[in-house]
């Protein structure tokens, strides 16, 4: 069951009447078994864009196309489309087995065949151990990975995650990212998770939709979107670092990627600039330099200068990227 989202247009009025655009003609394609990753700055739309198609929240305009069928209409309980929340919204009263079966229950499945399933889907996301357990006794990770478990219970027509590792901490996360594509992978439908960590965004997703302001700004692979990005919006917010953008000559934004910038031992062969601070990364380290502007550079540990050196900093002609100064557009 593909998904379609087609010109997607929302106004919410706020408190005192402001109009606040939360989508500005979304455009979006995910395919069957495919995971799409939505990723932008907060306040950006995609709460409102998930709300949309899982039909919690009305679209101005625009239409919500599941499996080929116009579904903009349908009520939310009438779209077959799974959603885990920011806030994992959990039953108090009911122990995680419940709240993990309580859906297949309500649809009428066999007690037995349903706690079967519990356990089946509890394991995937590691959380048998928690099945007696109250939601008042669970960590914010763990009611991720119940409300996880509730939704992967079954197979929907569509998933749907709104930043579900926001609250679980980073080692459970890294495994856990690795836990949702397997068993996006085995349900073979659409998938479209959420998340303001770009990083974890291009780690998971099988395209990349980077949105701002309401609008999709570019949607393609983590690799395309690394390579080429469209706008110098996108090239700051993809990336292990923002990209560097030079002030503009001529009207082109020059721009070059912080893990491409490289000290030259002549001092003549660069541009010039002091080194105003270095930051230890690992093996690497992020160093600021003030040149005519201000770069960051991330350095192999062995290369790292001093703060307060003169340096000479150079790149690759092929590893600059050209923007529209005016438009941000890529040239
Ligand atoms: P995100 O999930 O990317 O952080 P949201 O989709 O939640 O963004 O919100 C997009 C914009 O719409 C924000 O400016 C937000 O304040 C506004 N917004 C969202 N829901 C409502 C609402 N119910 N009433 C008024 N404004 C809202
Ligand atoms: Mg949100």
Same mark, same amino acid.
């Given at each position: 069951?593909?998904?379609?989202?087609?010109? !997607?247009?929302?106004?919410?009025?706020?408190?005192?009447?402001?109009?606040?655009? $939360?989508?500005?003609?979304?455009?979006?394609?995910?395919?069957?078994?495919?995971?799409?990753?939505?990723?932008?700055?907060?306040?950006?739309?995609?709460?409102?864009? *998930?709300?949309?198609?899982? &039909?919690?929240?009305?679209?101005?305009?625009?239409?919500?196309?599941?499996?080929?069928?116009?579904?903009?209409?349908?009520?939310?309980?009438?779209?077959?489309?799974?959603?885990?929340?920011?806030? %994992?919204?959990?039953?108090?009263?009911?122990?995680? !087995?419940?709240?993990?079966?309580?859906?297949?229950?309500?649809?009428?499945?066999?007690?037995? #065949?349903?706690?079967?399933?519990?356990?089946?889907?509890? =394991?995937?996301?590691?959380? #048998?151990?928690?099945?007696?357990?109250?939601?008042?006794?669970?960590?914010?990770?763990? =009611?991720?990975?119940?409300?996880?478990?509730?939704?992967?219970?079954?197979?929907?027509?569509?998933?749907?995650?709104?930043?579900? *590792? !926001?609250?679980?901490?980073?080692?459970?996360? /890294?495994?856990?990212?690795? #836990?949702?594509?397997?068993?996006?992978?085995?349900?073979?439908?659409?998938?479209?998770?959420?998340?303001?960590?770009?990083?974890? %965004?291009? $780690?998971?997703?099988?395209?990349?939709?980077?949105?701002?302001?309401?609008?999709?700004?570019?949607?393609?692979?983590?690799? !395309?979107?690394?390579?080429?990005?469209?706008?110098? %919006?996108?090239?700051?917010?993809?990336?292990?670092?923002?990209?560097? /953008?030079?002030?503009?000559?001529?009207?082109?934004?020059? &721009?070059?990627?912080?893990?491409?910038?490289?000290?030259?031992?002549?001092?003549?062969?660069?541009?010039?600039?002091?080194?105003?601070?270095?930051?230890?990364?690992?093996?690497?380290?992020?160093?600021?330099?003030?040149?005519?502007?201000?770069?960051?550079?991330?350095?192999?540990?062995?290369?790292?200068?001093?703060?307060? #050196?003169?340096?000479?900093?150079?790149?690759?002609?092929?590893?600059?990227?050209?923007?529209?100064?005016?438009?941000?557009?890529?040239?």
């Amino acid at each position: 069951m593909s998904l379609r989202v087609v010109a !997607a247009h929302k106004v919410f009025r706020a408190h005192g009447g402001a109009r606040v655009v $939360a989508l500005d003609g979304v455009d979006l394609e995910a395919a069957d078994g495919e995971l799409l990753v939505i990723v932008g700055p907060s306040g950006s739309g995609k709460s409102t864009l *998930l709300r949309a198609i899982s &039909g919690l929240e009305t679209l101005d305009s625009g239409q919500v196309i599941i499996g080929g069928r116009d579904v903009t209409g349908v009520p939310a309980g009438r779209r077959d489309v799974a959603m885990v929340f920011q806030e %994992a919204a959990l039953f108090p009263h009911l122990s995680v !087995a419940a709240n993990i079966g309580i859906g297949e229950r309500a649809r009428g499945a066999r007690r037995r #065949e349903v706690e079967a399933r519990v356990v089946e889907v509890a =394991r995937s996301l590691d959380v #048998e151990h928690l099945l007696r357990r109250m939601p008042g006794e669970l960590s914010g990770g763990e =009611r991720q990975r119940v409300a996880l478990a509730r939704v992967m219970i079954r197979v929907p027509s569509v998933c749907l995650l709104d930043e579900p *590792l !926001a609250s679980v901490d980073a080692e459970l996360r /890294l495994r856990m990212r690795g #836990e949702i594509r397997a068993v996006q992978r085995s349900l073979g439908i659409p998938m479209v998770h959420v998340t303001h960590d770009q990083l974890e %965004a291009m $780690a998971m997703g099988d395209r990349v939709a980077v949105m701002d302001g309401g609008r999709v700004l570019q949607c393609d692979t983590p690799a !395309a979107l690394y390579a080429r990005p469209a706008t110098t %919006a996108v090239a700051r917010i993809v990336g292990p670092l923002p990209m560097n /953008l030079l002030p503009a000559v001529d009207g082109v934004v020059v &721009g070059v990627r912080p893990e491409r910038v490289r000290l030259c031992g002549d001092p003549g062969g660069g541009r010039p600039g002091r080194v105003v601070a270095v930051e230890p990364a690992g093996e690497e380290c992020l160093v600021r330099i003030q040149t005519d502007s201000e770069l960051l550079a991330r350095l192999p540990l062995s290369d790292v200068p001093q703060v307060g #050196e003169q340096v000479s900093v150079v790149w690759r002609p092929e590893d600059e990227h050209h923007f529209d100064a005016l438009s941000g557009q890529r040239r």
